[in-house]
Nanobody
Framework: EVQLVVSGGGLVQAGGSLRLSCAAS????????WAWFRQAPGKEREGVTR????????YYADSAKGRFTSYSDRGKNTVYLQMNNLKREDTAVYYC??????????????????WGQGTQVTVSS
């Protein structure tokens, strides 16, 4: 059984940092591309970033560039999202997702096979 367990959300002041984790089990980690999505209240879910061993360059949404970094620890089968200089508009539920194969180059939700449960990130002013 494939499981993606997301942790690390919480309440942070604007300008602060958080690191989200997505621990994967039951999956061959390097075979998949790994993405982070988020859904703010009243808005559609949007793609934030995507990495993978088959991905030439990581993808970052414009809103994430320069502030967010996604990276993985293959030894721990874990993907991280380091978020710095957080803004109120970053408030959302954050999800990690995995898509096969690792070279996939889309942020379309339908392409992602497995999803974590989501974690709430709230940024206060």
């Amino acid at each position: 059984e494939v499981q993606l367990v997301v942790s690390g959300g919480g309440l942070v002041q604007a300008g602060g940092s958080l690191r989200l984790s997505c621990a994967a089990s039951g999956i061959t980690f390097d075979d998949y591309a790994w993405a982070w999505f988020r859904q703010a209240p009243g808005k559609e879910r949007e793609g934030v970033t995507r990495i993978g061993s088959g991905v030439g360059n990581p993808y970052y949404a414009d809103s994430a560039k320069g502030r967010f970094t996604s990276y993985s620890d293959r030894g721990k089968n874990t993907v991280y999202l380091q978020m710095n200089n957080l803004k109120r508009e970053d408030t959302a539920v954050y999800y990690c997702a995995a898509a096969f194969p690792s070279s996939i180059a889309t942020m379309s939700e339908w392409a992602y096979d497995y999803w974590g449960q989501g974690t709430q990130v709230t940024v206060s002013s």
